[in-house]
């Protein structure tokens, strides 16, 4: 019997062993080309009951080869030009010399559509529970480390990562990825073996175990090699910033910036955190975590790194410990647990997000989210500079909940908009976690996390997995969380709809706002001190329960705020006779949301909307916080200081957020808006505009860039005229109903917008027609077309203005939707500022309108850089007029597309302008001033 185990035990130790993938490396590096040379062993094994009989390996150091790889279209769709811009040199490949296996030649190819990802022919069909080996030889050029953070430096150091070929992961189908920038390369586990040559003037840093060096000549040669490996990032640098701190349970290997912390708090931070983890992962599996600071840049604590150093509003030790935390906890994770990060990033996430708020509720839990400046007097006022700092994850969800903008946790990582993908859904899994634990309570969660990662060490693993152990925990049902809470985007928002007291106890009925059946919390205070609390399940619709009165005042939903609830504002109902739920308050700027009240927020104005008004001077009461709300108020009054008169405006509006219908019908918004300025000297415009928009939007691709708007309004302006300046003789006051559709697909490389508008009024009709089409291509040459079509259906006002007339070169704007600083000047610098728009001609021609119908083409190409030539052509026809060709040409300098430009005419029909006289005042350009607009161009690559 015993010589019978002792033989099956023989026997299924070598199986065991062969059954371990390994890597075997040599890599030669030179620094002067950028590359490095690789000769490569991969041993792997097929688990699975299939027969194979090609494979997949991961080459996504050549992601970075041409313009038109999956990483290039991420860059582009994000609006990161840097890599469409860059030089030639800055962008890696790999030259492969040979795919080897037992010494004959195996034919491969890269994929069509993944030219990251290779597929390897075998010439023997690899069976279940066998291994193949191949042998690859191939060069590697590094690419600037500009665009990922990760590649060669200026300085020449080598900080790399998916800098070697790896097989894809075969579980039934292959999972295989391009790369995309989102560090999610699934890869197995792997033993793995590296002989690394380089110059002896570098220092190399790595997680692997190093088991020999030695020198000749000006080169060393380092073996490394670690068992059950996952990443295996490496840095080769000239000076040595890599600090190694040895634990009680591990060595912290770290190059995150320390915050010129002394040695005896580094340590103690160091093995504070090393504890932490310990204690709530469990053993980490080998000998050295490496936590870099490149993985914190490119996932960092947001708000403590948009900090300026002088604006220390938290302590350098706090400061350097989440810092610190933050990134080992995700490297620890990564290290571990075996997901497919595009598919189940969620768990790794939330893991992170979870034990960063544990960490901070043990050791800090009086932390502010505003640090020290909580304690500041004018800004200590403020509702958000006393929320604690764990507040911020729940708060940075719910910002793109209220945008409509939130994805579901399991949506693939590729599919997320950036913010999402580094904020919003990390911190939604984070809090989910912290939700279910409170909800089933007695550690459950924490305990299964540590059965989890214990179980499924270094073994693939999947939510399912995960749902599993929690399930066989706890008592309680908790598919809710995998199901609405996980999968879809569901929000949570409940109400309390009706209270019915007696003398001992209150009866309290719950309205399930959103129908998406999850547990909320229920309190009893007496003001805010909480008397009882309990948890609510399965309300569908609506749900009543009784519970102690004792001596409360008011009955609460979820006072902790643990749930992320979309809307916080109506959870509260008073026991007392008071004549609001929640009291009125008055706040000066805008802040966070405080559920508590009913806010009005006042803020003092300080613009400049145009040269009539100059600066304005002003307070504007609204009801906007941070975080968005569906209807939304504005009364704005002002103070021209060079007009002298009072101006300013009213704004209501309602956004309906569509969530389920067949169409993409994403929103739909009400509004109506009132405003009074001046349009010229001494002369006011008053303007009502009541009008509803529905946007149409594709939902289960929130990447892309297509959007639709249908547009309906009713302009109503009333000027008032003084014909001593003004030579329009039509009547001042007139309404116009404005139809418009809007499709637009704004990219990097290749941008398409197009309307259609039909106008309608008593003295005309018109329709119009706007298209525009720019490339930038693969040679960073930028092409732009814009055709504009406009007639009159009638036109009754011809004879007597050009008021509501098509313009060649400066619309009249009398639905005042331009941002015109002069909008009436004839002369001087501000009659020369450009609005795209109608005819869109840069040249003041000598027929500037067109009262019957007009045509014009808009084109320019890229000369150098941001300096372009651009030419217009087109047709003008006027009542009782030949049809008139029109040209110019000139040349164009685009600092910001759209926002910064100036244009200088060349020839057109008045001949060669650059010879004659006064020709500054020639020159137009195009210029905006408003912050808003100008944040939207910058936080686009984020939505």
């Known amino acids: 019997m015993k010589l019978s185990f002792l033989s099956s035990l023989l026997i299924l130790v070598p199986i065991l062993l062969l059954s371990q993938n390994k890597i075997d490396l040599k890599a030669e590096f030179s620094t002067e080309k950028k590359q490095i040379k690789i000769a490569q062993t991969i041993t792997y094994f097929n688990n699975t009951e299939d027969t194979l009989y090609e494979i997949y390996l991961n080459d996504w150091n050549h992601s970075f080869a041409t313009k038109t790889t999956p990483l290039a279209k991420r860059f582009a769709e994000e609006y990161n030009a840097d890599f469409h811009f860059a030089k030639n040199d800055d962008r890696g490949y790999s030259v492969i010399t040979s795919v080897k296996q037992n010494q004959e030649d195996l034919e491969f190819d890269r994929l069509i559509d993944h030219i990251d990802v290779i597929k390897v022919f075998l010439k023997t069909p690899l069976k279940p529970k066998e291994s193949y080996t191949i042998n690859l030889n191939y060069i590697v050029q590094v690419p600037s480390d500009k665009f990922t953070r990760y590649g060669m430096t200026s300085q020449g150091d080598f900080n790399l990562r998916y800098w070697y070929m790896t097989p894809a992961v075969y579980n039934g189908e292959w999972q295989y990825a391009s790369n995309k920038n989102l560090d999610d390369l699934f890869i197995p586990v792997a033993d793995l073996t590296f002989e690394l040559k380089f110059p002896n003037t570098y220092h190399l840093t790595s997680e692997l175990d190093q088991i020999d060096i030695f020198q000749k000549d000006s080169m060393l040669t380092v073996s490394l090699e670690g068992k059950n490996r996952i990443n295996s990032k490496l840095f080769l640098n000239h000076t040595k910033p890599f600090n190694q701190v040895k634990t009680d349970y591990f060595t912290m290997v770290s190059d995150i910036d320390d915050e010129n912390l002394n040695m005896i708090d580094n340590l103690v931070i160091t093995d504070q955190i090393s504890e932490f983890l310990t204690k709530n992962l469990g053993s980490y599996p080998h000998e050295k975590l490496l936590v870099t600071d490149i993985d914190y840049r490119k996932n960092p604590i947001y708000g403590l790194n948009l900090l300026p150093n002088f604006i220390r509003p938290f ?167 995998f199901t609405d809470y996980l999968n879809t985007k569901k929000y949570i928002d409940f109400t309390i709809s009706e209270i019915q007291e007696s003398r001992d106890s209150v009866k309290v009925t719950i309205k399930n706002k959103t129908q998406t059946n999850v547990p909320i919390s229920l309190f009893v205070l007496n003001k805010d001190s909480i008397i009882s609390k309990i948890w609510i399940d399965n309300i569908k619709d609506t749900k009543s329960i009784t519970v102690p009165k004792e001596n409360g005042t008011k009955v609460v939903l979820n006072k ?68 968005k709300k569906a209807f939304y108020y504005k009364v704005s009054p002002q103070y021209g200081t060079r007009s002298n008169s009072f101006t300013g405006g009213v704004t209501l509006n309602y956004n309906q957020y569509i969530k389920n219908n067949d169409i993409n019908l994403f929103s739909i918004n009400y509004g109506v808006t009132a405003s009074y300025a001046s349009y010229a000297e001494d002369l006011f415009v008053r303007k009502l505009t009541p009008g509803i928009q529905f946007l149409f939007r594709d939902k289960s691709n929130l990447m892309s860039n297509k959007k639709q708007f249908v547009t309906m309004r009713l302009v109503d302006i009333h000027r008032d005229q003084d014909l001593s300046i003004d030579a329009d003789e039509t009547e001042p006051n007139y309404s116009v109903f404005d139809f418009r559709y809007n499709n637009i697909n704004k990219g990097l490389e290749d941008y398409i917008s197009w309307f259609s508008d039909v106008q309608f009024s008593k003295d005309f009709g018109k329709i119009s027609f706007n298209f525009e089409y720019r490339k930038l291509t693969e040679k960073s040459r930028q092409y732009n077309i814009r055709f504009f079509l406009g007639t009159f259906l009638y036109n009754d006002s011809y004879q007597t203005s050009d008021y509501f007339s098509f313009a060649l070169d400066r619309p009249t704007d009398y639905l005042f939707d331009y941002n015109y600083y002069g909008r009436s000047e004839s002369s001087g610098l501000f009659s020369q500022q450009i609005i795209i728009a109608e005819g869109g001609f840069k040249s003041k021609l000598n027929t500037p309108y067109a009262n019957e119908w007009i045509s014009t083409i808009n084109g320019s190409t890229t000369i150098w850089k941001y300096i372009l030539a651009y030419g217009d052509i087109g047709m003008v026809k006027n009542h009782g007029q030949d049809i008139e060709f029109v040209y110019d040409t000139g040349i164009r300098i685009s600092l910001i597309p759209d926002y910064f430009e100036l244009y200088f005419p060349v020839y057109s029909n008045l001949g060669w302008e650059v010879a004659q006289s006064q020709y500054a005042e020639k020159i137009r350009f195009v210029v905006t001033l408003d912050f808003k607009t100008l944040f939207g161009l910058f936080s686009r690559r984020w939505y």
Request: neutral net charge; glycine residues 2%; charged residues 25%.
């Open 560 to 627: 902790d705020f643990i749930v992320p609830e979309f809307n916080l504002r109506d959870n509260t109902k008073s026991l007392t006779n008071s004549i609001f739920n929640r009291p009125l308050q008055l706040r000066l700027i805008k802040d966070i949301e405080d559920p508590r009240y009913n806010q009005v927020f006042f803020m003092p104005i300080v613009e400049f909307d145009n040269i009539y008004d100059g600066i304005v001077l002003g307070l504007k009461a609204y009801n906007k916080t941070v975080l």
């Open 315 to 481: 302590p350098d030790k706090f400061q350097y410990e989440l810092k610190l935390l933050k990134t080992a906890l995700n490297n620890y994770l990564d290290n571990v647990i075996i997901t497919n990060p595009r598919k189940d990033q969620w768990i790794i996430d939330g893991l992170q997000t979870y034990y960063l708020m544990k960490y901070v509720e043990e050791y800090y839990p009086n932390m502010k989210l505003a640090g020290s400046l909580s304690k500041i007097w004018g800004i200590r006022s403020f509702h958000a500079a006393q929320l604690d700092f764990n507040d911020q994850y729940a708060f940075l969800y719910m910002h793109m909940a209220r945008e409509n903008l939130d994805q579901p946790l399991t949506m693939e990582k590729d599919s997320l908009l950036k913010f999402n993908k580094n904020i919003a859904n990390k911190y939604k899994a984070g809090v989910g976690l912290r939700y279910l634990d409170q909800y089933v309570n007695a550690d459950v969660v924490e305990n299964s996390i540590k059965e989890f990662i214990s179980k499924f060490e270094f073994k693939e693993s999947t939510t399912a997995d995960f749902q599993t152990i929690l399930q066989e925990n706890t008592y309680k049902n908790i598919n809710w969380f």
